[in-house]
Structure formats: structure tokens, C-alpha cells
């Protein structure tokens, strides 16, 4: 799409570009940065959300109140007792790999968030994903009378003759559905996820294993998740996991935010309006970064700034917030292709409950080419010996993004002393449980210079 007179939601493509002169850019595949204007101080912006710090707290009792079951269905979760967490570790090579890629001085600790290693299902969907199904059986058990909220939740291991009157389905690009998957099977329902056309062959494998079916769809993520919810409405026992639309998964990822603040505590890092925190979350539909962002604000408050991350194709996230239509428009509207190596991440149309929550608490939002992501991949595995998928690391470039944007940076009043002092976050969403032909084949792909 390239002519201006072209029409775009009854709209000239020449008025867009005029309004939002960004999208062509986007348009072009060409890497972007955009610094939202329009953020608010946390305690204002915090109200748009419709949820407090006393959901993500339930939210996170709930989660206790099973860890004993899921040591008995995991017993690789028999270290930490049920509770699902990853390792927040310093990549010192990689970044000064980043920085000489780049070009930017020292701004700072970097550190990467490995959601990529979470264990059940490798992937940051082991948050928001395993604690909705986890919150759906409850529901169903406690009205069942089978348990009470004080009891061993470990009595419900024998009772999947139980939940297999009760199915669950979702639509998915991959990592999600692979989290709900496991889950919902293990427990005893029966599962369905709708695969997107691009998701890994791989994963489907995973889930078939596991007694999941799998059904397979030539369309994007939006059409498995309209497949997935059609399923659900015509069967009152189906409970569909609506990525675009769940607070439950919401308040699911948000818990990362209440476990964060002591990890950083014990590598000896404050976090304040001196000492600035900024975390880069990669984004498809954006229900995780989303719920992520939400619990770092509601801890944080404005000493923690976050940013998302998108492949150039499918740049929904930025699309929706930069122009204020949210899930009313698509990338696809102009001409976008929203076909990413980023399996996780190729997403054309974002959610509209996230977009509009989080809108004034998202700092910024960045994009990056399917090349550049293999490039990363090549980076950190050279520095660090870490292997990702190529959405887990769509952040990595964050940091570099903020220091180029010098009207981003005083108005934030972020000068040296603060830069120096700030602690980055490179949130890494999956990667683990790629198999290793699929991890050399990403390599390959990354450009001899890495």
C-alpha cells in the first residue's frame, strides 16, 4: 500500500499519515522508537486499570494455595515448593556486546528476566496462562464441594474424573497455548488450543503428547482466538482463556511484579526516583507485558519505567496506543504483514483492555526486525551460552533506544547521575524448550558480523 489516496478504515492513507506520520515508518518495516507523551504519574494512571495491588495479592495467595499440587504434578517444582519463578541474572558480556552493537556509553546494570526458563512450560505464559486454569478448577472444585480454600489443594490430584467433564479451550500463537495446555491436561479437562498458522511445529507436537487437541489454522492469531471463543460460546461447560480480554491471565503475569521487588533486593539494587528502573517487555496481544507492567507500577510506582518491544511486521501494540483505536485497528489495515519470525509476538490486532489500561503507564514502545532478532539471538548465546527464541528477545535493543531519545530523556529529568544508576531489565519470554535443530536453524540465520 503505498498511495496516499488509498483508503484505510474510510480514510485516505495521505490523512493517516498526516495525523500519524510514524505509521509510515511502520509501514516501510523500518525499525522505531515511540515515547508516549501522554504518560501519567503511576498514582494516576494505575486508576485506568480497573484492578488494584489487593487482586494481584489474591491473585498471589491463590497461587500458594496450589503450589503443593503442582509439586505433585511437577516435581521438578519440588525446589521452590510449587512456586513457579525465574532467575533474575546479570549478562555483563552481552551487555557490552549491546553496547558496542549499538553505540551507546554505559547507562547503567543490565540484567535479563529469564521467564524463557520458567519451568512446566519454558515460557512467561507459565504465569498468567497456569494461573487461570489453576483459577478455573478452583471455581469449579470449591462449587463442587471437593475442596475448601483451607484445605490441601493436593486432594484435587485425584480427581480428574472430575474436570474431564469440563474443557477448556484457547487461541494461540504458541507459548500460551502450550502453558494452558499442559496445565488444563494434567489437571483432567479436556483441552483444546487453537494453533495460528505460525506457530512452531514443535509446540504442537508438545501438546498432542500431553493429550491436548490441537487444531491447526491457516489464519493469524486472530483467527484461532475467534475459533477458540466460538467453541466456548456454544458449550456452557468449555471455559475459553481469552488472551485479548482476561484479567484473570492479567493478574496471573502481574504477580511477577510482587516477586521482582525482593530479587532485586538480593542482588543489593534499589529501586527509587534516584535509582530508575526500566523493564523491556517483549508484546504480542499484550496481556503479559501488560499484567507484568501493571505489578512492576503498582510496586514501583514512576521509579520504574517500561517499555515494549515488537517485531517491525507486527507492530499492533504501538499501532493501537500511537493513534488511541486500540484493538479498532490493525496492522494489516495498512498493509503490514504481521508475518514474524516472532512466533510469539505475530499479533496484527492488540488488546484493546490492555491498550487502554496500561496507555498511560507504558513509556514507550520499540520494534525490531526479524533479522535483528537472530542477530540478538547469535549476540547472546556468543557472550552469555543462553539460547532464546527470537521473540524472547525483541527488548534487548531497549536500552539503546533510550539513550538515543534525548527529549525522552529530559523529560523524564534523566541526566547522568540518574543513567548511571539505573538498572535495566531485559524480560526474556521464552526460548528453553526450543528444541536444539531449531535453535542451530535460528543461528544460521543471524548476520557473520555477530
Known amino acids: 500500500m503505498t498511495r496516499h489516496d488509498a483508503s484505510v478504515l474510510g480514510r485516505p492513507l495521505g490523512a493517516w499519515l498526516t495525523a500519524y506520520p510514524l505509521i509510515r515508518d511502520l509501514m516501510d518495516g523500518r525499525e522505531s522508537t515511540w515515547f508516549n507523551p501522554g504518560i501519567a504519574p503511576a498514582a494516576v494512571g494505575l486508576g485506568d486499570v480497573g484492578l488494584t495491588m489487593m487482586d494481584v ?3 498471589q495467595a491463590r497461587l500458594t494455595r496450589f503450589a503443593p499440587l503442582l509439586v505433585r504434578f511437577f516435581p521438578e517444582l519440588a525446589a521452590t515448593g510449587g512456586i513457579i519463578e525465574s532467575d533474575l541474572v546479570d549478562v555483563p558480556d552481552f551487555a557490552r556486546g549491546l553496547q558496542q552493537r549499538y553505540g551507546y556509553a554505559t547507562a547503567g546494570r543490565l540484567l535479563l528476566k529469564k521467564d524463557s526458563h520458567l519451568p512446566v512450560s519454558g515460557s512467561i505464559n507459565a504465569r498468567g496462562g497456569i494461573y487461570e ?14 475442596i475448601m480454600p483451607q484445605d490441601d489443594y493436593t486432594k484435587l490430584a485425584e480427581a480428574p474424573a472430575f474436570f474431564s467433564d469440563y474443557k477448556i479451550a484457547v487461541g494461540s500463537t504458541g507459548n500460551l497455548g502450550l502453558s494452558i495446555g499442559l496445565m488444563s491436561a494434567r489437571i483432567g479437562f479436556r483441552t483444546t488450543v487453537h494453533m495460528s498458522a505460525d506457530a512452531r511445529q514443535w509446540k504442537k507436537h508438545r501438546l498432542r503428547a500431553s493429550g491436548v487437541t490441537v487444531v491447526e489454522h491457516t489464519g493469524d492469531y486472530g483467527a484461532a482466538v475467534a475459533r477458540g471463543r466460538a467453541e466456548a460460546e456454544a458449550d456452557s461447560n468449555c471455559h475459553f482463556v481469552d488472551d485479548e480480554h482476561s484479567k484473570d ?7 511477577a ?4 521487588k525482593p530479587q532485586l533486593a538480593a542482588l ?3 529501586v527509587n526516583a534516584r535509582n530508575p528502573l526500566f523493564v523491556y517487555l517483549p508484546c504480542g496481544v499484550g496481556g503479559g507485558p501488560g499484567g507484568v507492567a501493571f505489578g512492576l507500577k503498582l510496586v514501583f510506582g514512576d521509579a520504574v519505567r517500561c517499555i515494549f518491544a515488537e517485531p517491525t511486521p507486527s507492530p499492533c ?9 486500540h484493538e479498532d485497528v490493525s496492522v494489516q489495515d495498512f498493509g503490514i504483514s504481521n508475518v514474524t519470525a516472532a512466533d510469539g509476538l505475530a499479533v496484527g490486532r492488540p488488546s484493546g483492555f490492555v491498550g487502554r ?3 498511560r503507564l507504558v513509556d514507550g514502545y520499540l520494534t525490531v526486525t526479524d533479522q535483528e ?3 540478538l539471538l547469535a549476540l547472546l548465546d556468543r557472550t552469555e551460552s543462553l539460547m532464546l527464541e527470537p521473540s524472547a528477545i525483541a527488548g534487548a535493543p531497549g536500552p539503546a533506544r533510550v539513550m538515543a531519545d534525548r527529549a525522552y530523556r529530559v523529560r523524564l529529568n534523566l541526566d547522568h547521575d540518574r543513567l548511571e544508576a539505573a538498572t535495566h531489565i531485559i524480560w526474556s519470554t521464552g526460548g528453553s524448550m526450543v528444541p536444539a535443530d531449531e535453535a542451530r536453524e535460528y543461528l544460521k540465520q543471524a548476520d557473520s558480523v555477530c
Open 268 to 270: 543489593g539494587i534499589a
Open 317 to 325: 501494540m504501538l499501532l493501537g496506543v500511537y493513534t488511541g483505536l
Open 373 to 375: 532478532l537472530f542477530n
Open 257 to 260: 511484579g510482587l516477586r521482582l
Open 133 to 146: 486454569v489453576l483459577k478455573r478448577a478452583e471455581a469449579l472444585a470449591l462449587r463442587a464441594g471437593l
Open 57 to 59: 495479592e489474591d491473585a
Open 249 to 255: 491471565l492479567f493478574l496471573g503475569y502481574a504477580v
Open 357 to 359: 489500561a496500561m496507555q
